[in-house]
Structures are given as structure tokens and as C-alpha cells.
């Protein structure tokens, strides 16, 4: 295995998506409501969030290993781990990917450095929120992830929706504006159901480990209905952004990308299988992407008709 596979692996390169498509879209916000873009800013913009990102993956993976959650999970019978393995796993030491988790925070607090030297202090309040977030979500004293009181669910939100979007439109802009806000909700709320999701895949061993999520303090039927009620809420927000001219209206075409996670939890019970929430971790993440791109499009195309 090379250095860039196992670094790829290690910090579960694959789902940075979720992190890069907010980014994208506070500054095409920026684009078409206020028609200014800073090519080099945004690259900078990018490199961080993404670092930021990784860097939550990672330390989310550390925690989760010393507090007993990842063993948990690979010895519980039937429950799928959603960890990258390579502490679990024994593939990596701890030191080695300790060293890796802070290096990314390193990157992601230069690149929130140098944007507020261009952009003003206030990014560094965006990135330090986001970092605090981060680390505490299962790193002790707070390990709000651990509570089951909902405050992981508003901490994604915020880390993968409101911060990132409003982040990126005030690094162009220098200004803070409510339709970054609400131009965040639909991609941070589908974000949030995409980890929601995930717990149901391992939320056995989580009970066992003393992780508290909602799926554990709930119970399966409980929280498919909460799981429900989000991903309609998020498409709620995106057609209120479209009414309201936050978006164009064609960018309403990103409605279609409910019905394939629509058509998943019709196949679901009251109680299930680890494995029968696979298609609804796919389909959830799927639909994050697409809605996503489409509200991207969307902002790009009606930017370039009013410049």
C-alpha cells in the first residue's frame, strides 16, 4: 500500500465531498448575488475546509479508538464499522496517525491564517468554531457525540452547512448575509442525515461503548422517523430558497434527488439488519452529492446570465 492509498483510507478521503460542495456553494453565492469572485481565495478556501475535514474524520477515529467504540464495533456480531480500521485494526500505530490527524489541523489553521489576512478576522471565529467542533464531538471533557441529546446533530449541521457555506461567502465578500444562511440548510441538513444514517449501521456496539447517539437513546423506529422528517425538512429549505430568490428557480431540479432515498426507506422495517442500512448510507450520501451539484449549477448558470 503507497503513502497516498494509505493516507486516502486512513482519513476516508472518499466522503470530502460533503465538505467541498458547502465550500463551493458560499462562494458561487457570492457569485450571483454580488457578482465578485477570488479564484486564489477559494483554492485557499478549499484546501482548508478540506483539511478541517479530514482532519475531523481522523480525530473522530482516535477518539472513537481510545474510548472503546471502533473494538466495540468490530467485535459485535453483525455490525458494520464505519471507522477506517487502522487503529482497530492494528494496521497503523497510534502515534503515526496522531501525527496525521494534527498535521491536517496544522494546514487547516495556516490556510484560515492566511485568509484572514485578505478577508478579516472573522474567518478565523468560522474555523475555530468548526475546529472546536471537531474535537469535541468525541474527545473528552464535552464528547457531545456521546449524549444522545442532539447536539451531534446540530454540530454537523453547523460543521457541514452553515459554517462552511457562510465561511466561504465571507472570504469573498467580507460580508455576512441570511441568504448564506439559508442557502446552507438543505446540503447541511442532507449532510446531517448522512451521519445521522450511519449510526444505525453500528448503533449495537455504540450502546455497549456507552455512545449515546440518538439512534442508541431512540430506538430504531424512533429514529427512522427523525431520519424521515430531516431529509424532508432539507428539501423543505431548498424549495423556500428557490421561492424566496436565494436560488433560481430551476435550481427546484434538485428535487428529483429525493426519490431514490425516498424508495429506500420504503423497503425498511420498525427493526432491521445492520446491513439493510447500507442502501440508506448510499442513497443518503448520493442524494447530499447531487442536490448539492445541482444548487451549484444553479448558482453558477444564473451568475453568468447577470454578469
Known sequence: MNIWTTFRKASRFQVIPVMLVPVFLGALGAFMWKGVFHPVLFVITLIGAGAAHLFSNMINDLWDYRNGAD????????????????????????????????????LAVLCGVVLSVFSGWPVLV?????GLIAYFYVAPPIRFGYRGKGLSEVAILLSFGVLPVMGAYYVQTQDLSIDSVLLSMPIGLLTT?????????H?????QAGKNTLVVVWGEKRALNFSKMMLFLAYAFLILCAVIGTLPL????????????YR???????HNPSAAYLPLMGASLQASIRCGLIMMAALLVQGLIQL
Not at 83 to 95: A, K, Q, T, V, Y
Open 193 to 201: 442525515l448522512v451521519l445521522f444514517n450511519h449510526h444505525f449501521l
Open 126 to 130: 468560522f474555523g475555530g468554531l468548526g
Open 250 to 261: 430551476y435550481s427546484l431540479l434538485a428535487l428529483l434527488t429525493i426519490i431514490p432515498v
Open 203 to 207: 448503533w449495537q456496539a455504540d450502546k
Open 264 to 270: 429506500v426507506y420504503g423497503r425498511l422495517k420498525e
Open 71 to 106: 473494538v466495540a464495533a468490530k467485535e459485535t456480531p453483525e455490525v458494520i464499522s464505519t471507522n477506517s480500521g487502522f487503529l482497530s485494526g492494528g494496521l497503523m500505530s497510534e502515534r503515526t496517525f496522531s501525527a496525521i490527524t494534527w498535521s491536517l489541523l496544522g
